[in-house]
């Protein structure tokens, strides 16, 4: 519950920064 919610969490998160990034 935990473990997944972090990995969709995390890679929403990279997913965020790297087009804040990009912009």
Not at 9 to 23: A, E
């Amino acid at each position: 519950m935990s473990e997944s919610f972090m990995e969709i969490y995390g890679l929403k998160f990279c997913l965020m920064t790297q087009q804040h990034l990009n912009y």
